[in-house]
């Protein structure tokens, strides 16, 4: 038995974004072939064909941005079998013409027949995530925490990293974890291969971990990798609507529903403090601080480091 951690990221580009998210779901191994069977097979339902192959990247900013909620309300619900011909139409306009939002010629109810689809089919998504029992995990740094300088792995892949280690490590049997990442470039992949290297094997944590994290990661281009796409997406709604806990900067209010939804698939476990008292631990972790404690590779300073919360709560 192996659980896969899927990662992709949101805000990092330091755009209008509230918050950075490195976000991952977690699926069992057995499941990821049905589970992306039934992602594919839900773009044929509420499309009218397949999309993730180019016309419309399954990612958060292109199927959940505030202009596809101003769309969609722009008429009263439209059934379902009307709605996906409707939304087809509207996607072959768009690739006719170089688009993917129905451009030249596309009418007022075709444009809007997409834009509920896409509603509709990401929460659709949330419900298989759900029922195939794949956990959220999630490092939110404030977009304005201090950064760290050096070399060594970010405080928010340590956080991710130790709340994905306590979800394999209360897996009964001895389930490895294999962590894949949406495709960097070629010297950034470089650099956190060495990063995460240097983490698992000179840290005591870090070796601790390995036992059950494989150090080296896989990288994939999310076009291609439908679990990446969900990771995207989760990591979107967990930027701009996901608030729990410290979470604080203001939510897209359209976003609510979805992210009640992700909230649903984190992960929580009890483990011991510092103080000696059990803690509950959550797998969204908050950071607004991304210094280390000092100016070197701290070797045990990534579970109580600043400015994260366990809880979440």
Not at 93 to 105: D, F, L, S, T
Request: aromatic fraction near 8%; charge should be negative.
């Amino acid at each position: 038995m192996s659980f896969l951690l899927f990662l992709d990221e949101s805000g990092h580009d330091l755009g209008e974004s509230p918050y950075e998210v490195l976000a991952g779901i977690s699926v069992e191994d057995r499941d990821l072939w049905n589970l992306v069977c039934q992602v594919q097979d839900a773009e044929t339902r509420f499309f009218g064909r397949r999309v993730s192959g180019g016309l419309l990247e399954l990612k958060g900013k292109k199927l959940l941005k505030t202009k596809t909620f101003k769309l969609a309300a722009q008429e009263a619900a439209i059934e379902e079998e009307e709605r996906t011909a409707l939304a087809r139409q509207c996607l072959e306009k768009g690739e006719a013409n170089r688009g993917i939002e129905g451009g030249g010629g596309a009418t007022r109810r075709e444009m809007t027949a997409l834009a509920q689809a896409k509603l509709v089919f990401v929460e659709h998504l949330l419900e298989l995530c759900a029922q195939y029992q794949v956990s959220a995990f999630a490092a939110i740094v404030d977009r304005d925490a201090p950064r760290q300088q050096g070399d060594f792995l970010r405080k928010d892949y340590a956080y991710l990293f130790e709340r994905y280690f306590y979800f394999l490590e209360d897996r009964p049997g001895e389930g490895q974890g294999l962590v894949v990442f949406d495709e960097l470039e070629k010297t950034q992949c470089h650099l956190l291969i060495d990063q995460m290297a240097k983490y698992f094997r000179e840290t005591n944590r870090g070796r601790m971990r390995a036992s059950r994290v494989i150090p080296e990661p896989f990288f994939v281009h999310s076009h291609l990798t439908t679990a990446i796409q969900l990771a995207d997406l989760i990591a979107y709604i967990v930027a701009w609507g996901v608030r729990v806990g410290p979470i604080r900067r203001p939510a897209r209010e359209e976003l609510a529903g979805l992210a009640g939804m992700v909230a649903q698939l984190r992960y929580s476990t009890i483990r011991e403090g510092d103080d000696g008292q059990p803690h509950r631990i959550w797998s969204f972790a908050m950071i607004d601080d991304l210094r280390p404690r000092e100016e070197k590779l701290d070797l045990n300073g990534d579970s109580q480091g600043n400015g994260s919360t366990k809880g979440g709560e």
